[in-house]
């Protein structure tokens, strides 16, 4: 059954089917600071009982303006504050940023840099898709497994470590290539570690598939149909977990075709898909980074390329789905505008359709869980005027910028 | 001189520690090495701290991110819903700082301190889990452990 909200302040739920007025018994805010939320975000929830009518969700508490702070700044400066975007996906968007940037410029960048760069972005998926899923078991008090994960996602960062120097903001690809080139050695061990990893992963596969409790919790809970993907443009796991694979941008991305890579879906679109479908992945991308060692070219792991300049749109697969990066480059690689689309924006609205047919409010929570939210990604597109504390504009990035040029 | 019952209360509050975190506007890095701290490699749990997000029933605030104008307000009253004795953490170059989005153009009113008061800061962007956990463990006890005796001091300066 379909509802849609009437009205703008209150909270009046409408069957569109009947005209009737659906009674509501409650409304139940959760956050901006809340056990279950990593990040601050207001889910507001209408409710008669326990079940869930209506759901909203309201963003803003992040906004730091990191597009405004961009315009201006030299690349070598920008690119590690597109990494400060969001702490989790970082890689991607550092990967993003600088790709666009490199499209813009005269010349190739080295093959080994590509490549590495991808190595580093498999692993980075990894273990944003093994904190996501801990996020999730911890949502339905599975806490087990949420200590299990993150155990396993500490050995990915060692990885990480190993080859970058740094396990989570790590400052690694430039303009042509990657900062520092990985020795024999050092690929040995990420190789080796990644093949305790993929025991591990393949056990909590397991374990998600057979548990009777993770079934009853996450089986037929927050369905996402493909009329909701095409509706609300679903991307990343969430999507290929309702039956849409071709929504993965690695297929257009330069180095995966070489590495015959197929993107995984699952067809149920409830929260269990979700889950296993980002072990599938994990898995998929150990395989990938095996190809990767043993593809990997040979020669120089960064050139000097120059930047033209011009405008351009890079996309880059982000853990949490199809990550945009809209950029006007001035010559020498000055930054003059930019916009971001991150995945969770749409990932997160999602969560207005699905909601509000969850039988508890403890469901309604573990499937915002289950959507991977990251809220750090989503709030550049917001303005607040101070003094009343009213959000002025929301959602069209072009819009905003034009609004915070006037504003300061 | 402290009485004995004064340093028991004292050594119980050192040893049982629930903790908040807030994220004020940072970009997550710093949240989820707080959360790799309960992994069993780092493990805060062994030292008597629980990871709590109750403000009400907590003892620290773990503040990461810098404050962005959303935030300066309700983390204020975030900050009085805790009950005394309470410390506060400023994790990060953001919470320290500012960082990097406390220059030309950033939506943010600064660090932590100015907002509300700040008993520790431990710089890095992200710091590792290892510096978060000596920085709780190093400098909250000792705040908890002598609060009996400083609340007197502050009681008799006020009257």
Excluded at chain 1, 236 to 241: E, I, S, T, V, Y
Excluded at chain 1, 270 to 281: Q, S, V
Excluded at chain 1, 354 to 374: F, M, N
Aim: with cysteine.
């Amino acid at each position: 059954m379909e509802r849609r909200r009437k009205g703008e302040g209150n909270v009046r739920v409408v069957d569109v089917e009947t005209g009737e007025e659906v009674p509501i018994s409650h409304k139940v805010p959760i956050g901006p600071n809340h056990p279950i939320l990593k990040e601050p975000l207001r889910i507001k929830l209408a409710v008669r009982g326990e079940e869930v009518v209506d759901c909203k969700v309201e963003m803003g508490y992040c906004h730091r303006g990191i597009e405004k702070i961009m315009e201006g700044m030299p690349w070598q400066k920008a690119a590690f504050l597109a990494e400060r975007v969001c702490g989790i996906c970082s890689h991607a968007h550092n990967m993003c940023f600088v790709g666009g940037v490199e499209r813009v410029a005269e010349g190739e960048p080295a093959p080994r840099g590509l490549f590495l760069r991808v190595l580093v972005q498999e692993l980075d998926r990894i273990q944003s898709h093994l904190i996501a899923n801990a996020a999730y078991f911890y949502s339905i008090e599975h806490e087990t497994m949420f200590v299990w994960n993150m155990n396993t996602r500490e050995r990915v960062l060692d990885c990480i470590e190993e080859i970058t120097g740094n396990r989570i903001l790590t400052g690694w690809n430039v303009v042509g290539g990657v900062r520092v080139d990985v020795t024999e050695e050092q690929l040995e061990r990420v190789l080796e570690t990644l093949e305790e990893v993929r025991e591990d992963v393949k056990t909590y596969r397991r374990i998600a598939q057979t548990d009777p409790l993770i079934k009853l919790r996450s089986r037929g809970v927050g369905v996402i149909t493909r009329e909701h993907v095409r509706r609300y443009r679903v991307v990343g796991p969430q999507a290929r977990a309702s039956g849409v694979p071709e929504s993965d941008m690695r297929l257009q991305e330069p180095v995966y075709p070489e590495l015959g890579f197929k993107p995984v879906s699952r067809r149920r679109g409830d929260n269990l898909a979700r889950i296993l479908l980002r072990y599938d992945e994990c898995l998929q991308s150990i395989d990938l980074i095996e190809r990767i060692v043993d593809e990997l070219p040979e020669g120089e792991h960064r050139r000097e390329l120059e930047i033209r300049g011009g405008h351009v749109d890079n996309r880059v697969e982000a853990p949490r789905g199809e990550l945009v990066y809209d950029m006007e480059i001035s010559p020498g690689g000055v930054v003059r505008r930019v916009t971001i689309r991150t995945p969770s924006v749409p990932n997160i609205r999602v969560l207005e359709a699905i909601a509000p047919g969850c039988p508890s409010i403890a469901d309604a929570v573990a499937t915002y869980a289950s959507l991977d939210p990251c809220v750090a990604c989503n709030e550049r597109f917001v303005v607040v005027d101070e003094r009343r504390g009213k959000v002025l504009y929301e959602g069209r990035a072009r819009e905003v910028i034009r609004a915070c040029s006037r504003t300061t | 001189m402290r009485s004995l019952l004064e340093r028991l209360k004292g050594f119980v509050r050192s040893r049982s520690i629930h903790v908040t975190v807030v994220n004020t506007g940072g970009c997550n890095g710093c949240d989820i090495e707080i959360l790799a701290c309960y992994t069993y490699r780092y493990d805060l749990e062994q030292y008597g701290i629980y990871y709590h997000n109750n403000p009400r029933k907590s003892d620290v605030l773990i503040v990461t991110g810098p404050v962005t104008y959303q935030w300066r307000e309700k983390l204020k009253r975030l900050y009085r819903k805790v009950p005394e004795p309470k410390a506060v953490v400023a994790v990060g170059a953001c919470a320290c700082s500012g960082g990097i989005f406390n220059q030309n153009g950033g939506r943010v009113c600064g660090p932590v301190r100015e907002v509300i008061p700040v008993d520790a800061e431990v710089p890095g962007c992200p710091p590792r889990p290892e510096e978060i956990v000596s920085a709780i463990v190093e400098v909250v006890p000792r705040l908890f452990r002598s609060w009996e005796s400083r609340r007197g001091e502050a009681d008799g300066a006020e009257a």
